[in-house]
Structures are given as C-alpha cells and as structure tokens.
C-alpha cells in the first residue's frame, strides 16, 4: 500500500489550518502592511521545492502557494475587521488616526 497521496494530503489539510489563524493574527499584530513577509515566504519555499527530493518538495510547495493566498486574505482580513466581524487592534487603531 502506498500512504504517499494520504500524508500529503493530511499535511495539505493541516498548513491551511496553520495559515487561517496566522493570518488573523499577522494581520491584527501587524496589519496588512506585512503582506511582503507572505510574498517572501513564499518564494523562498517555492525555491525550497525545487532542490529537495520527494514528498517533501510537493510540502515545500503547499507552504509556498498557502503563503501566497494569504496575501489575498491578508488584504480581505482587514475588510472583516472593518465590517465588525474579527476584533480590531485598539493599539493600532490609534495609530491610523
């Protein structure tokens, strides 16, 4: 039997369960100005698959593409928090202002 397609796909599932709350959390610590440290990780990790072997190079690339869609949800973040529906850093809040 192969588990190949089985761990892969578990690991898929689990970075996209890691990146829903990093992005909350990026975006109410740091707003969405820090959507180049998602563009950074993403091409290094892009590279990354490229020079390592196997499974590990097909993870590398779910992390890189993960890290991409979060600069999209990165900027729609900031709309829910504007719309009332995540709460909104009172810290930086002021900041704005």
């Known amino acids: ?3 190949t397609g089985i761990i892969i796909g578990l690991c898929t599932f689990l970075i996209i ?3 829903h709350p990093l992005v909350i959390k990026a ?3 740091l707003g969405k100005e820090c959507w180049w440290l998602f563009l950074v990780a993403g091409i290094l990790f892009a ?3 490229l020079f390592i072997p196997g499974e590990w190079s097909v993870i590398a690339g779910v ?3 993960s ?5 999209l949800e990165l ?3 900031e709309k829910r928090v504007e719309k009332g529906w995540f709460p909104e850093n009172p ?3 002021k900041k704005k202002r």
Do not use: C, D, P, T
């Open 75 to 77: 900027f729609q973040q």
């Open 17 to 19: 369960g890691m990146f």
């Open 1 to 3: 039997m192969n588990f």
């Open 27 to 29: 975006e109410y610590h």
């Open 91 to 93: 810290a930086r809040k």
């Open 67 to 71: 890290s991409f869609w979060s600069i």
């Open 63 to 65: 992390v890189a593409f």
């Open 47 to 49: 590279l990354l698959s």
